[in-house]
């Protein structure tokens, strides 16, 4: 009978988990001690974690999940253990493709805006896995190249949310068969915990280095000696940020004000040559102070970057090509600006990128990157009507604005657009001196910081294309109007005509027999806007957008001026 009574209650608790609301809480702060025996491949856990219910809902039971390869070993609350039940739960967050799921009973709900503190426990093995890209058709020798996270004897990299949960986390199953679905599962986590924090106290049974993404880092340590085998780092508003932690033979460049390199043995001049680069990059970003990047050495050298808070990890090459600059660049300006707002870090630092190419490269070659990567937009507004997104439970147009939207590869293209957009409107960025991440509590802080600095009204961009998704614009000239003045010079009147649903400040050009002349204009969505142009010679075309505005059709940008006979 016991039996029958246990059977029931597990039967009672997997029932009430199939209706559990998995992203009810946030955690908002991790204190965990973390052991590694990387001879083992293992890693064990302990510490507490707190969480806050964000739901509309009073709340019984929490959802608590780390990897496939992990397993739980204790949940306690107030030091007494607490009933749950662990299950495998498959989502593609973890690259093993599945999750140890524990659902705990709560004693008593809590209740919205209510905190619960509970001491966890759990252990196990990370190893290499590609089980998650070979599952969609991925080859397995390159699977592992994007999927390199493990604990080895000789060299140690572990990635958090997204790559391998080895910190308790709790989301809906994301698969990444299933459209964009990951990463707008792993976005909702990223904007749930901008303000959340992180401790992590890390013992290692080797002798070797141990980073994090999180301070201290290796700035405050003596470049010449090794780190204690007990670190500990702290990581705060690592929302945006993905918790990560090496460990391995590394050798060390000196530090400079900007940098330090982490290199494998028999790699200084790789190492040189990548501390050599940074030391002639400009991120070209309008802001006061400093980045400073630990750049380390992954082992496979066909591994694909990833940058995190401080921290690059990246093979190094025999020399660095114009990929790495891009990189480099990216990694240093994401340190530069930081905001709880992923459209605003991640958005500056891509669009760090393109300025970097017009630096080197010319205005044109950075119009042409930025039209390369626009397929994205193009293809994402084209699928708007048939995607969930279109289904959405709240309106589309503002769960996926860039305030909201997950932090992918969509989000972070329209945002670097929309900052390229922001430099061509102001003349440049010098508003962003006076941003503060700690002053920036509601969407339109950054409205009113570009509003101050520019003395424009900016609602009618920021409502088209930050607070809600109102696909692109479609520019197209409507007339030309040249009129020859007495003075022998041409008056031509341009009118453009915006079909799409967002508006934008477009360039018009008019091409002359000697010259292009430029003007600028304001135009908003469904809407007509008419410029002047003058010119002393005779004039042959006009188009609107040089490549600078995103749209959804470039094909009716052009009209050839045809003059009335004298």
């Known amino acids: 009978m016991k039996w029958l009574w246990l059977a029931l209650a597990v039967c009672a608790m997997q029932t009430s988990a199939r209706s559990l609301d998995r992203e009810a809480f946030t955690f908002t702060n991790y204190n965990l001690n973390v052991r590694i025996e990387p001879e083992q491949q293992r890693i064990g856990v302990r510490g507490r974690v707190t969480l806050r219910n964000d739901s509309i809902s009073p709340q019984k039971y929490v959802c608590l999940q780390i990897s496939s390869s992990l397993g739980w070993r204790s ?20 690259h093993t493709g599945g999750l140890s799921e524990a659902i705990v009973t709560l004693p008593q709900e809590i ?57 308790p986390v709790a989301m809906e199953s994301a698969n990444l068969s299933d459209g964009n679905t990951l990463a707008e599962t792993v976005g909702r986590w990223t904007q749930r915990h901008g303000d959340s924090a992180m401790t992590v106290t890390f013992e290692s049974t080797s002798q070797d280095q141990i980073f994090f993404s999180g301070t201290p880092d290796m700035f405050s340590v003596n470049a010449d000696k090794d780190i204690a085998k007990v670190a500990v780092f702290s990581i705060v508003r690592f929302g945006i940020n993905v918790p990560t932690f090496v460990i391995g ?24 040559a990548y501390a050599d680069v940074m030391t002639k990059l400009d991120p070209f970003m309008p802001v006061g102070g400093k980045a ?52 605003i870090q991640e958005g500056l630092a891509h ?33 708007a009507a048939t995607s969930p997104r279109a289904a959405a439970k709240n309106n589309p147009e503002t769960a996926y604005s860039l305030i909201n939207s997950p932090d992918d590869i969509y989000l972070q293209t329209k945002a670097m657009n929309v900052w390229w957009m922001f ?82 400040e477009v360039p018009v050009i008019l091409r002359t027999d000697g010259e292009e002349i430029s003007k600028r204009l304001e135009v908003h969505a469904k809407s007509k806007a008419s410029a002047r142009i003058e010119t002393v010679t005779i004039p042959r075309e006009v188009v609107v957008n040089d490549g600078s505005v995103p749209e959804s059709d470039m094909s009716n940008n052009s009209y050839k001026i045809v003059l009335p006979p004298n």
Do not use: C
């Open 423 to 504: 430099r061509d409107m102001f003349g440049g960025l010098n508003g962003l001196a006076a941003y503060r991440a700690s002053e920036d509590k509601d969407p339109a802080y950054m409205q009113r910081l570009l509003e101050k600095q520019t003395h424009k009204d900016l609602e009618w961009f920021f409502d088209d294309w930050v607070y809600r998704d109102h696909g692109l614009p479609d520019f197209r000239v409507e007339s030309v109007y040249p009129r020859k003045l007495v003075n022998g010079s041409y008056l031509v009147t341009v009118t453009v005509e915006n079909m799409g649903n967002a508006g934008a």
């Open 249 to 272: 033979n590394y050798q060390m460049l000196p530090a400079t004000d900007m940098s330090t390199v982490a290199y494998m043995p028999g790699h200084s001049d790789a190492s040189k």
């Open 111 to 167: 209740a919205p805006h209510g905190s619960v503190e509970l001491d966890v426990g759990y252990e196990g093995t990370i190893s290499l896995d590609t089980k998650r890209l070979e599952r969609i058709g991925v080859p397995k020798e390159m699977a592992k190249h994007s999927d390199w996270d493990e604990i080895g004897e000789s060299f140690t990299a572990v990635r958090g949310v997204g790559y391998v949960t080895w910190y």
């Open 351 to 383: 669009f760090a990128q393109v300025l970097h190419i017009e630096q080197q490269h010319g205005r044109q070659e950075a119009l042409d990157y930025l039209n390369v990567h626009r397929t994205i937009l193009l293809d994402v507004e084209k699928a």
């Open 292 to 343: 400073r990047l630990q750049v380390i050495e992954l082992s496979d050298p066909d591994a694909a970057s990833f940058v995190t808070e401080g921290m690059l990890l990246t093979p190094l090459k025999p020399a660095a090509t114009s990929d790495v600059e891009l990189t480099l660049v990216y990694a240093f300006s994401r340190q530069l600006v930081r905001s709880p707002r992923p459209w």
């Open 75 to 94: 949940i306690q609350m107030d030091r007494k253990p607490i009933e749950f039940v662990s299950q495998t739960y498959t989502s593609d967050i973890d």
